[in-house]
């Protein structure tokens, strides 16, 4: 028996809400030695509260020093195995654009290239063309035609392009035609497998067709494709946690995450106070509210520390809203740490602090990693948040007799 | 290689002796913010000693989240992951009433319920029949005679009957007769394989005579079938471990599950003075005792917090008369948590005190949940508590050259 067999043979519906907070790339790392990490220089006085008063602890994304991207950073805590349940490249390519991924379809990455006159790679990135440059490009590609497939072209930011395969009998083991190298002609999509065979053809029939009409273009002149990705079968929040949940994410990424598992999204919030108060509008329609904070990480990635410790005041400020709506779990966490100092994703374990009448206190008197440390729920894989928050929500049965 | 591969192939015999006392349900929560837990309440002067001089810890029961009841919770104690070996309702039922189950046989938890003229289902519970009415109705199905097998019952409490299958080619896969709801009729024992027929077709002709026999009592004039159950297959505490094991419990099911895996279990022990009195007089002949004090788990369940601090006490002052038997190992922790702020079974950690000459200081200086948060063994599944109980002991031998 395994955790997805426990979640839906032992939820059960008491009526109780639960809030996840997710402060994209919250956790950090002192910039000198000695020194604060973000969040610890940060003023929180609303999460230190919670914290003093319930449940800490740090999660770890996948395994100990396993940095995840935002696809298994995401998936882990809403309790999916990150090692189990694979996002493709294409797939989070498309989700990140808002594109409908449908179970059959195969989304695809594409990069427009520049080729010489042999046909070999000249420039992989095309010159990062402009992003504008991308749209009239792709709007191009859109009179491409296949035999019994339905193409779905959308610009994504400056060489870059998503694309979904729609149609049947698609499957997504084809090769990248990205050789990852100049001086060397793409590859040909090529099927790693019987049922993939079909797909490789259209692939190859696409990327002919798209030659010539890019045959003029400079420097863009060319394409390449990868990651070839389907939709991995996934039980839906529904099903495993008896969950009507809802999402509230400013950024495509997420909002396509949050589908993947069944959760309907929330239209047209496009900051803090729009999600709170999208949270709000639907407080008795929904159990479950995932609300998604970009700019710990984006502000994480650029290295600015003093943003990113804006930042988080600036959630910190949102959280007795929240507070006020009375949810019987409330979480706040990341999906991964962001380290100014790094900048970049990176494995360090994430604080985590879960409120409930019945958190068992402990010794994290703030939200802080090294108070975390202290917490009760100790360091745990992230795939386990979603059993913790059902619990301390009332929402499962006891396991055996 | 696999935790009982590791077992059976690195145990060794050095003539130690291991005590684990499980205070069933012994982890609590804090009945007001701010508040101390149970195990905090209590004054605890020997296990206190004994938590500052050895390690401490908390033991997750199952997975982070994960209730267990009191079967997973205690195979889990002695080594058995819980999501492997499953232990059916009617297996935990007819241990409950001392029962002894035999690798074939099938055990059932049975209900009188109460049924209408048409046969539909009015009230599940037949009125919650006095336990001496359940005792004469038992009775009176003793007279059921079926085709080649040995019917056992005996009655629990109330409504509920614990029943036996005996005999060749039984199987569990069948369904339960009780429909979950009132107004319909009891659902036909159905076989969920084709091994399992025979069984189905048993039952169903139990019932038959049943119901004729019961006709014209009221209100209890029909019986449901609940939970089919084998016990599975399990590997011994001799053949793991090369432990002699004794277990010393006054409720029968504690003395069933140790059965299950193969502990002598010793009669006739009805307190606690008696239990480490009977362990005072077997210490030489065996080589690991269990010893099961359910009081803090009773207490929990009834929301009692002074009566649960007492019980604790209770248990503390039992303390020195073990200690004094000079176990090589002694281990004190629960099954699961029942905080007297949630009156039933919950997934919180527990806390776990090793004593042992080459227990590695930590820094728990008391035996409380706050303070085993500082302990040595940290947070760990309760699966790992025989293998860290053993090597404690000396009683394991290097794995790999």
């Given at each position: 028996m ?7 043979s032992?939820?059960t ?5 639960i809030?996840?907070?997710?402060s ?6 002192p ?6 990490t ?6 929180t ?5 919670l914290?003093?008063?319930?449940v ?13 991207g935002?696809g ?31 179970p059959?379809d195969?989304?695809i ?11 070999l790679?000249t ?7 402009p992003?504008e ?11 491409i035609?296949l ?11 400056e060489?870059?392009f ?18 990852q190298?100049?001086g ?5 999509p ?12 259209l692939?190859?029939?696409?990327i002919?067709q ?13 394409l ?5 990705a389907?939709?991995?079968?996934m039980?839906?929040?529904?099903e ?12 495509p ?5 949050a589908?993947l598992?069944?959760m309907?999204v929330?239209?047209?919030?496009s900051n ?9 509008a639907?407080w008795?329609s ?10 710990t ?13 804006k930042?988080?005041?600036?959630l ?12 019987d ?7 991964h ?13 994430v604080?985590v ?23 009760g ?5 992230a795939?386990y948040?979603?059993?913790l928050a ?12």
């Open positions: 395994k955790l997805h067999d426990l979640m839906r032992l939820h519906d008491n009526g109780s809400k809030v996840l907070v997710v994209d790339g919250l956790g950090g790392l910039v000198e030695p000695g020194g604060p973000e969040l610890e220089a940060a003023s006085p609303n999460l230190d509260a914290a003093a008063a319930n800490c602890g740090l999660s770890i994304p996948v395994l100990p020093g396993i940095t995840p935002s298994p950073g995401h998936l882990a805590l809403f309790g999916y195995d990150p090692l189990e349940f694979l996002i493709g490249r294409g797939l989070l390519e498309a989700l990140g654009v808002d594109l409908e991924v449908g059959g195969v989304a990455r594409g990069n427009f290239c520049t080729v010489n006159e042999e046909g790679i420039d992989r990135r095309a010159g990062r063309i992003t440059t991308c749209a009239r490009l792709v709007d191009k590609l859109r009179q035609r035999d019994g497939v339905e193409i779905i072209l959308r610009p994504v930011r060489y870059r998503a694309m979904i395969l729609r149609g049947e009998g698609l499957e997504d083991g084809v090769g990248d035609t990205d050789p190298g100049t060397v002609a793409p590859l040909a090529r099927a790693r497998d019987a049922a993939s065979e079909r797909t490789a053809q692939a190859a029939e696409f002919r798209a030659a010539e009409l890019l045959r003029d273009e400079s420097p863009a002149n060319m390449t494709l990868r990651g070839f389907k939709r991995p079968p039980p839906s929040f529904a495993l946690y008896g969950l009507r949940a809802l999402a509230l994410a400013v950024y990424m997420y909002r396509g995450l589908r598992v069944g309907t929330a239209g047209d919030v803090l106070a729009e999600q709170v108060a999208a949270l709000r639907n008795s929904y159990d479950f509210f995932f609300l998604h904070f970009k700019y990480d984006s502000t994480g990635e650029d290295g600015k520390f003093p943003e990113k410790v930042r988080i005041e600036e910190d400020a949102a959280i007795p809203e929240i507070v006020a709506l009375k949810p779990v409330l979480i706040v966490t990341g999906d740490s962001t380290p100014c100092a790094w900048r970049s994703h990176s494995w360090h374990p604080p602090l879960l409120a409930s009448r019945v958190a068992r206190p402990d010794r994290a008197q703030r939200f802080s990693e090294s108070e975390c440390l202290a917490g729920l100790g360091q745990f894989e795939k948040l979603m059993s059902l619990a301390h929500a009332g929402r499962l049965q006891k396991f055996g007799a």
